[in-house]
């Protein structure tokens, strides 16, 4: 089984950063495909980026490309969301996810393991 812990979030105005960190346990990050989610308020959760087990893929949903990068240290068995430009819009829970199959990392339903999530509060 792998245990998910989630890092890194906190308030921040609009404008600023902040570094997610999910540190992975159990088994090697390596054979997984990682995922980041978000769920604000009301709203269903969504799929932000996802990365391949050797990192040379990447998805984003729109709104985040161009502030949002997802990396992974598999030596390290962690893997990063670093979020720039934060918009109140992106005010969530975050979780991180971890999926066997490559096909399915961008989907909610898709997910092997979860992380109990990230609080990450934008203010204007």
């Known amino acids: 089984q792998v245990q998910l812990v989630e890092s890194g979030g906190g308030l921040v105005q609009a404008g600023g950063s902040l570094r997610l960190s999910c540190a992975a346990s159990?088994?090697?990050?390596?054979?997984?495909?990682m995922s980041w989610f978000r769920q604000s308020p009301g709203k269903e959760r969504e799929f932000v980026a996802g990365?391949?087990?050797?990192?040379?893929?990447?998805y984003y949903v729109d709104s985040v490309k161009g502030r949002f990068t997802i990396s992974r240290d598999n030596t390290k068995n962690t893997v990063y969301l670093q979020m720039n430009s934060l918009k109140p819009e992106d005010t969530a829970v975050y979780y991180c996810?971890?999926?066997?199959?490559?096909?399915?990392?961008?989907?909610?339903?898709?997910?092997?393991?979860w992380g109990k999530g990230t609080l990450v509060t934008v203010s204007s």
């Open positions: 996810a971890a999926t066997f199959t490559f096909g399915r990392m961008r989907s909610v339903g898709g997910m092997d393991y």
């Open positions: 159990g088994r090697t990050l390596s054979s997984y495909y």
């Open positions: 990365i391949s087990r050797t990192a040379d893929i990447q």
